[in-house]
């Protein structure tokens, strides 16, 4: 079955530690994204790459990164200087070249700090 | 700069009943998504609307669009619990990156 993957499900973080949330898709979609999601708030989107070897921030981008190797990966690390990473993450997958570019969501990885 | 408001934000309602969920979005935009999210769950892609006066139905939801008004609306027809969830509409950038602009959800419980 075609779809997305992000592991692990939930994750704790102590201050000052660097960790990374993994997204893998297998629907050879070009472009993926990564979203934040706060309780009772709609998706910010914090990194988005369209090709592999490139990416662009979004509009939350500052104290994480993100690394795109493969089509299929685009791992998110949340660094230290991320002052409150507390939040559900979404990864998406979408096709670039389509007439409706309908993004589809893995099943979010819940960060917490310790 | 495109935003996107959901209205109402929370939404109680009995079963068999009907209702409209609205998105307003402020400046112009080539497409507008529905999405549904379950507590705690990811999301899931019910509708893209594509150009105005555009009609989507799928069981007792229904979308349509109206990009003169910058309006679209999700609208439920005779409730069931099993449409108990948190509803999201989001809106595409027109600049150079078509990235969406989501807004803040509504979530809708439905009573027995």
């Known amino acids: 079955d075609g779809g997305i993957t992000q592991s692990p499900k939930y994750l704790f973080r102590k201050e000052g530690q660097n960790v990374t949330l993994s997204c893998e898709q297998n629907?050879?979609?070009?472009?993926m994204y990564w979203y934040r999601q706060d309780p009772g708030q709609g998706l910010r989107l914090i990194y988005y790459?369209?090709?592999?070897?490139?990416?662009q921030k979004g509009d939350i981008a500052e104290g994480y990164s993100v690394s795109r190797e493969k089509k299929e990966s685009f791992p998110l690390t949340v660094t230290s200087a991320q002052k409150n990473p507390t939040a559900f993450y979404l990864c998406?997958?979408?096709?670039?070249?389509?007439?409706?570019?309908?993004?589809?969501f893995g099943p979010g990885t819940r960060l917490t700090v310790l | 700069e495109l935003k996107v408001e959901q209205n109402p934000l929370f939404l109680s309602m009995q079963e068999g009943k009907n209702y409209t969920i609205y998105c307003n979005y402020s400046?112009?935009?080539?497409?507008l998504y529905w999405y549904r999210q379950d507590p705690g769950k990811s999301l899931e892609s019910l509708f893209v609307?594509?150009?105005n006066g555009a009609v989507k139905q799928e069981g007792r939801l229904m979308a349509s669009l109206d990009t003169k008004a910058r309006l679209s609306t999700l609208h439920i027809t005779a409730a069931v619990h099993d449409l108990s969830a948190t509803y999201f509409c989001?809106?595409?950038?027109?600049?150079?990156?078509?990235?969406?602009?989501w807004g803040a959800g509504t979530k809708l419980i439905i009573k027995p």
């Open positions: 998406a997958s979408s096709l670039v070249e389509a007439v409706a570019d309908t993004q589809y």
């Open positions: 629907l050879n979609h070009d472009a």
């Open positions: 790459s369209q090709i592999v070897n490139d990416f």
């Open positions: 400046t112009t935009s080539d497409r």
């Open positions: 609307l594509l150009s």
């Open positions: 989001a809106g595409r950038r027109m600049d150079s990156n078509y990235q969406l602009i």
